[in-house]
């Protein structure tokens, strides 16, 4: 469970750049897409909060086991097998896939793409210790680069399960706002 104080403390920030980054990419004719691991549909919970999201985000596929991962995200199965799925490439390739999968005719090139794979917890999987966490984004060109970015950071995060979880959130979305031009004032 995410304490009270810890729930406190991110919500309303995770809100406040849900909100910006969804009206940025409203204005700038943007949509925004997920792919989810550990997070398991926080991230998407984070902009359908926000009234008015059904303008840009268009959904978020939860791709919990390894091999869903290959199957409906489309990463490359050998990096799977070798690195497993709590790697930065795997995150990349998230970001990149469901930016594609989610893309539409009408929307051309402008799907930008989230990804959050890592564990969890509450302890180690495998090798990989409770709280590494890649997340990754995937910004289409014309927002703040003229070619399509995508970009993986590693996370070494504390707390409970549940904390781990919220505060990848909070990361993916302020790696977005750190990439993007969307929540200029």
């Known amino acids: 469970m995410v304490s009270k104080g810890t729930e406190a403390r991110i919500q309303p ?3 406040e750049l849900a909100a910006r980054i969804l009206d940025g990419a409203k204005v700038a004719g943007w949509k925004i897409a997920a792919a989810e691991s550990l997070t398991g549909g926080l991230l ?4 359908v909060r926000i009234p008015g999201a059904s303008d840009v985000f268009l959904g978020s596929a939860v791709t919990y086991d390894i091999n869903a991962k290959a199957s409906v995200l489309g990463v490359d199965g050998d990096l799977l097998a070798q690195e497993g799925a709590v790697h930065s490439e795997v995150a990349r390739q998230m970001a990149l896939r469901t ?5 539409q005719p009408q929307y051309g090139d402008r799907v930008l793409g989230l990804a959050t794979t890592g564990v969890a917890g509450p ?5 990989k210790p409770a709280g590494l966490v890649y997340i990754a984004v ?3 060109a014309g927002i703040g680069a003229d070619t399509r970015q995508t970009v993986a950071a590693r996370l070494l995060l504390s707390g409970s399960r549940e904390e781990v979880r919220h505060l990848t959130v909070l990361n993916a979305l302020q790696l977005v706002t750190q990439l993007t031009t969307l929540t200029e004032e």
């Open 13 to 15: 920030r995770c809100d």
């Open 44 to 47: 998407a919970d984070a902009f």
């Open 99 to 103: 930016s594609r999968l989610y893309r």
């Open 123 to 127: 302890g180690p999987d495998g090798d």
């Open 138 to 140: 995937s910004v289409p």
